[in-house]
Every structure is written in structure tokens, then in C-alpha cells.
């Protein structure tokens, strides 16, 4: 029987104010694709924002699901921004997303996934590496610290995206991913003792 193999992704992305979401599905060119949705909710809500074929959810913004779309998503496309909408957004948190996606018939043609957004500790990672004094040589012990440290933090974020996105695990990703944010805090701190 001929169908519709749905697939999302959501890459990480170092833009704070931005969640993409790519389509990756395989339609299948006998049928049509009609009604498609898409679903997100935020860290914390309980209910998701709705986004249908258009979608216009601020001034200017124009939301439109297509086979093959990309999307970047702001908080003012998330309802969680309302003022200055176009001129300026605000950043997004990080935290487990809820996206499901449909196409008709929407009850039975859907896909839903849990997304971990570690934008923010991706950047304090970032902004750590920006601070160490590395030259094209064997950096001295305390340098070498730092880095086998920063490879622990990004083993326990990359350990915690897993849990969530792959092993369904969302409380145990949250755990881990609040640790990495604690040794990345830690390790930024130049006054901690």
C-alpha cells in the first residue's frame, strides 16, 4: 500500500532566537498531500502552537507547509513574543520541544518527536573554547584540563540530547543536560573557588 513516510528534523543551531525545523519526509507522488500541520510546544506549556497549510501568526510573518519546507521559527511565530515583532525577537529557551507533524488523513498520518534545544549551552560551550589561549602546539596541563573537561561537558549534553530524542528518556536528558550546564558554569566562573 503506497504512503507518505513523514520525517522532521530539528538541527541544533547556534542562533538563539531561532528554532529550525526541516521536513525530511519521502511522499509518495501517487497521493496528494493535503492538510498538512504542524504542531510545537514550548519547554514547560502545556499546549502547543498550531501552524497550518498558511499561517500568518504575526505581522509579516508568513508560515507556509510544503513538502520539503524549512522553517525557522521565532517566539514571535511561537507566541510567547508579542511586542516588537519583525524589528526584534527574543532568544528561545533551551529545553524539550514537542513537535509533532500530520498530513491527511491528520489521525492517522502523523509523526511526533521530542527535540532537545541546547542553543545556550552550545554557546557558553563556545564562548569557553573563545577564552582558552591555544596555539598550533602541545598546550601546557592546565590548558589540556580545561579541554578534557569541555569534551566530559559535550559527551553529557550530546548523552542528553540522546535520552531524549532517541531513548525517550526526557527526565533523565533533563538531568543529565542540567549537569553539563553546572560543570559549564563552573567552568566559566574565573572567581568560583
Not at 31 to 37: A, D, L
Not at 120 to 133: N, R, S, V
Request: hydrophobic share 35%; aromatic share 8%.
Amino acid at each position: 500500500m503506497a504512503q507518505h513516510v513523514l520525517s522532521l528534523e530539528a538541527p541544533d543551531t547556534m542562533n538563539k532566537c531561532v528554532l529550525r525545523i526541516v521536513d525530511t519526509s519521502v511522499y509518495d507522488q501517487d497521493i496528494p498531500v493535503k492538510c498538512p500541520k504542524l504542531w510545537v510546544t514550548l519547554p514547560g506549556f502545556k499546549y502547543s502552537v498550531e501552524f497550518n497549510q498558511i499561517d500568518v501568526p504575526g505581522p509579516g510573518n508568513h508560515i507556509v507547509l510544503y513538502p520539503g519546507f524549512t522553517l525557522n521559527l521565532t517566539a514571535c511565530d511561537l507566541e510567547v513574543q508579542t511586542d516588537q515583532c519583525g524589528t526584534s525577537y527574543n532568544d528561545l529557551p533551551d529545553g524539550i520541544y514537542a513537535i509533532k507533524y500530520s498530513v491527511s488523513p491528520n489521525e492517522l498520518v502523523y509523526v511526533s518527536y521530542n527535540h532537545l534545544r541546547i542553543t545556550k549551552a552550545l554557546t557558553k560551550y563556545q564562548a569557553i573554547l573563545c577564552d582558552l589561549d591555544l596555539g598550533a602546539c602541545d598546550p601546557p596541563t592546565s590548558v589540556k584540563e580545561k579541554l578534557n573537561q569541555l569534551r566530559l561537558i559535550r559527551m553529557y549534553l550530546d548523552a542528553a540530547k540522546a535520552q531524549v530524542e532517541y531513548c525517550h528518556q526526557a527526565k533523565k536528558g533533563m538531568e543529565l543536560y542540567n549537569y553539563a550546564i553546572k560543570l559549564l558554569d563552573k567552568l566559566s566562573c574565573s572567581t568560583c573557588i
